[in-house]
């Protein structure tokens, strides 16, 4: 055997020299002094005979951060490679820590470069084998200097802070007995409360670190598979883990473990919390090795397996190590985090961020997901479990992402095969390459038939993707090259899968994919260099699907009646399958309060809006079902703004006004999420200022491509829109008018300041049609939509056009539910048949739309516009009523306007007071 514990021998004593001197036991004591210190030799395992030849020892202070420097700079002198740049003797390493202990010492003193002429030499043959059971004092020469320094100090030793050492004294004497000596002396001339003084203590039971000890066994099985599986362990860079010298020496002086108890007891002697320990046996020829995982501490038993292999085949310990570091618990998810990383705190991050992903803690998981990264930055694993998990929160912050996806993939080796697709779908999402993606998540659901990632990928590949292709055979010429119909199945998959994925995809992603409202059109575009916008409505496909066949958008008004046959029925479909979605979600997680919210929704599109005391069938229900439930101050406000909603259409108008009320009482401008919630209740209870204000933080007052502009240019265009589109006929519209106009000469260039007017000011010019006579509608240059071109014909007189245009919009809307129209069209189609004589249409059009009010689908309802326009054709409706001599419908309608509008702001108090009159109201206010 090999003289010495290969931990402890100095490089020339490994390379077999024949001549050794005192510099070789300057090298081992300081192997000695550096495992006090920090738990562990300096080199250790099968990596450290290479790395004494070829790397620097490991300070100190790399591995406990508190230790002070001067005693790296002890150790490192004591740790040099070549024997000359040492301590050329014990008694000069000695001097050297007295030196850096005094106060006024300032560096430690070099070591001489040659050796003194007297120092003895050892030859090979004063070595003895060091194993388990035995070890051999080193030279006479040290031997003397050990016994002097011993009876020097006899007294000193008593004192307590040697109860370390005591407690342990094979730690030290299994290397050389002159290092005891000399060890003994350092500790015994410190001084109370001094630096190195500070450096012992008793050993204390740290629960993260583990111990591998010899497994019981017949024959040498048993201790060569612990000493493989400590290698394994030892691979781990900062893992607590106790040396295996420091094993055998306890072993040694306690005896080989046995029994449980025997293990438990030399796991805590080493100050380990976590004891691995078993037994090997032989099954014909079969390895088996019963594995413990034991808590020091609690005594308890953490996990317990069996592990097998026959004679001739070879064993891979890291599964096994694996399973013991990770615990019986850890998710299969988790050895995702195994490959690419032998940082142990990167590791265990990934792993803890892997059990978070378990129950949707995502927060949580992206935390730990980074602090793996801190500790590893090359860490390919949790560079694309971080990717993913901000691709799923934070889908528009892509770049972020995008360069942790990309970087994990370009290292595929270092991941799992999973992980590396779905490293490459995520670069493909973030480059907007939809087929590619697709079809990376599509291989994840062949290889696991409920991958939760694959499904959802394959929702998310296919409901960003809005590019329109031509198609020969599809009755506009062209077609989406991906399928809302497909996502939606693909994301609904995947939550039954995992319901708590609730957590990142919102229900308005579905109803965005299944739309349950004929105002909600799929957009689209085609490819470069030629590009055209496309909207497309829902309507049935083959096999009654869910279709949608894009048109450019100057066609998309006039396409053929045929086209839109289905709208209704699609509709329909759609409300059902969302219907029974929500209603499955309610049922999962009876106290999510945003199922409830979404159940709400739903019951509402389906006119499940009367009293009923289950909240599975009855939209109110289901809103105080959520109310209940909510703790979020957001959510709380959709819930009251649905509810007034739903009171209103019950016809609980004053209940309605007065929930309105409560959320609209004078507050800062809330968030554009809020805004969005609460302009369409401002928009119904007439206060224009408030519409103008929200309008300029949702970005109402412009179309939608045109959200940034100057806030200038904005809030001009949000206040035309709020006059606008509550028929403000005055002074107010004029003044609006100039803002928008000053604010574009101001911030828009004057070669792009023609276009983008024209754009701003499309939607309300036509919404003061019935203020101007039509004139506002002339401005509107090139118009797109029916509306515009009725509203500019009754402008200019033509009756036939005009004729023409309204028998086309009768055939188109023939298969439409009322509630499926918008009313904004319905109250602007309504007055022009008034205003060109025909009071019977204009009276029949208005009652299908007002008692169509309570199947109003919510987005068409709760728009600014739309809401605005519902109050503006009861005051049409009641001034129609009058004018034939209703009465009865004229204060009916009157008195509804009249609570509606019992707050509005001055500009319509005109118009308050001729409805209160009609109504037969006072008019006080």
């Given amino acids: 055997g090999s003289p010495g514990t290969p931990a402890y021998m100095s490089p020339e004593q490994l390379m077999g020299d024949k001549e050794l001197d005192g510099r070789s036991d300057t090298y081992s004591l300081g192997c000695v002094l550096f495992e006090m210190l920090t738990g562990k030799p300096p080199f250790s395992g099968k990596e450290g005979f290479v790395k004494r030849f070829t790397e620097a020892p490991p300070k100190p202070s790399s591995i406990r951060t508190d230790l002070p420097a001067w005693i790296d700079d002890v150790i490192m002198i004591a740790l040099a490679r070549s024997p000359s740049d040492r301590y050329q003797a014990a008694q000069e390493f000695m001097n050297a820590l007295r030196n850096a202990e005094s106060p006024s010492a300032e560096r430690v003193p070099p070591p001489r470069t040659r050796p003194p002429a007297e120092e003895s030499r050892r030859e090979s043959s004063d070595h003895t084998d060091l194993d388990a059971t035995h070890y051999r004092p080193p030279d006479t020469a040290q031997a003397a200097i050990a016994q002097q320094l011993l009876s020097a100090n006899r007294d000193a030793r008593r004192r307590q802070w040697l109860a370390p050492i005591r407690a342990h004294p094979k730690t030290v004497a299994v290397v050389f007995l002159g290092a005891i000596a000399a060890l003994l002396t350092i500790f015994s001339v410190a001084k109370p409360g001094s630096r190195f003084s500070r450096l012992t203590g008793s050993v204390t039971i740290d629960t993260a670190r583990f111990a591998v000890l010899p497994f019981s066994g017949s024959d040498h099985r048993g201790a060569q598979f612990s000493i493989d599986l400590y290698d394994e362990f030892s691979q781990w860079h900062e893992l607590p883990l106790v040396s295996d010298t420091r094993v055998a020496q306890m072993v040694n002086d306690r005896g080989r473990p046995t029994t449980e108890n025997e293990a438990l007891v030399i796991g805590r002697a080493l100050g380990a919390g976590k004891v691995i320990w078993g037994n090997v046996t032989d099954d014909n020829g079969t390895m088996r090795a019963r594995v413990h995982l034991y808590d020091a501490s609690s005594k308890e038993t953490m996990d317990d397996f069996v592990f097998s292999r026959a004679d001739s085949g070879a064993t891979n310990y890291f599964p096994i190590a694996m399973r013991l570091l990770g ?16 940082s142990y705190p990167a590791w ?9 992903l378990r129950t949707w803690n995502l927060g949580e998981s992206e935390r730990e997901l980074r602090a793996a990264l801190k500790a590893d930055p090359d860490y390919a694993a949790a560079q694309v479990w971080l990717a993913q998990v901000e691709a799923w929160t934070q889908p528009s912050l892509n770049r972020e992402w995008q360069d942790y996806a990309a970087t994990a993939a370009s290292h595929g080796g270092r991941l799992a095969v999973r992980d590396r697709i779905i490293a490459q779908a995520l670069v493909a999402m973030a480059n907007q390459a939809y087929p590619e993606a697709c079809a990376k998540y599509r291989a994840l659901t062949v290889a696991d038939s409920v991958d939760f990632v694959g499904w959802y990928g394959l929702g998310e590949c296919q409901s960003l993707d809005s590019l329109v292709v031509p198609a020969p055979h599809s009755p506009s010429g062209w077609y989406f090259r991906s399928s809302n119909r497909s996502a939606a199945a693909a994301y609904q998959r995947a939550l039954r899968f995992a319901p708590g994925a609730r957590a990142i995809l919102r229900f308005e992603k579905l109803q965005s994919l299944l739309p349950t409202a004929a105002t909600k059109v799929r957009m689209g575009r085609s490819a470069p260099p030629n590009r055209i916008d496309f909207l497309a409505s829902p309507t049935l496909g083959s096999h009654d699907t869910l279709a949608f066949v894009p048109y450019p958008i100057a066609q998309f008004s006039d396409k053929a009646a045929a086209a839109s046959a289905t709208m209704s029925e699609a509709i329909a479909q759609n409300t059902e399958e969302l219907l029974n979605f929500t209603i499955a979600w309610t049922h999962d997680s009876n106290n999510d309060p945003a199922a409830f919210e979404a159940l709400a929704d739903m019951l509402e599109v389906h006119g499940d809006i009367e009293d009923d005391a289950s909240p599975t069938a009855s939209a109110l229900s289901a809103l105080r079902r959520a109310a209940v439930l909510s703790t979020d101050p957001t959510q709380q406000l959709r819930i009251k703004s649905n509810e007034a909603w739903v009171r209103f259409k ?28 609460l302009i369409g209740l401002a928009a119904l209870t007439g206060r224009v200022n408030r519409v103008a204000a929200l309008a300029n933080v949702t970005g109402g007052g412009l179309p939608t491509p045109l959200n940034d502009v100057p806030r200038p240019v904005s809030a001009a265009a949000s206040r035309l829109f709020a006059n606008a589109a509550l028929g403000v006929c005055g002074p107010e519209i004029t003044s609006a008018r100039k803002e928008l106009d000053d604010a574009l000469d101001r911030y828009i260039a004057p070669a792009a300041a023609p276009a983008l007017s024209q754009q701003i000011l499309g939607r309300p010019l036509s919404m003061l049609t019935p203020c101007t006579g039509g004139r506002s509608a002339l401005e509107i240059e090139a118009p797109r939509d029916r509306m515009t071109r009725m509203q500019k014909a009754f402008a200019r007189g033509d009756r036939k056009a005009f004729k023409a245009i309204d028998d086309s919009v009768a055939l188109r809307i023939r298969t439409r539910r009322p509630g499926d129209l918008s009313p904004d069209f319905t109250f602007q189609q309504a ?7 025909d009071t019977a249409a204009a009276i029949s059009q208005l009652d299908r739309s007002l008692r169509a009010l309570p199947g109003l689908s919510p987005p068409a309802l709760r728009e600014a516009g739309a809401a605005a326009a519902i109050v503006r054709a009861m005051v049409l409706r009641t001034d129609l009523a009058a004018k034939t001599g209703d009465s009865g419908t004229a204060r009916k309608w009157g008195r509804i306007v009249s609570i509606l509008w019992s707050s509005a702001d001055p500009s319509l108090q005109s118009e308050l007071k001729r409805m209160q009159a009609l109504a037969g109201q006072s008019q006080t206010r």
């Fill in 831 to 837: 007055w022009l048949h008034a205003a060109f004589g």
């Fill in 348 to 356: 265990s991050a990934c792993s803890r961020a892997q059990n978070a």
């Fill in 650 to 677: 019950r016809g609980e108008f004053a209940e309605a006004k007065r929930l309105a009320d409560d959320l609209l009482v004078p507050r800062p401008i809330p968030a554009a999420n809020d805004a969005q919630v």
């Fill in 327 to 342: 615990g019986a618990d850890r998710s299969a998810a988790a050895s995702a985090c195994d490959p690419g990383t032998r």
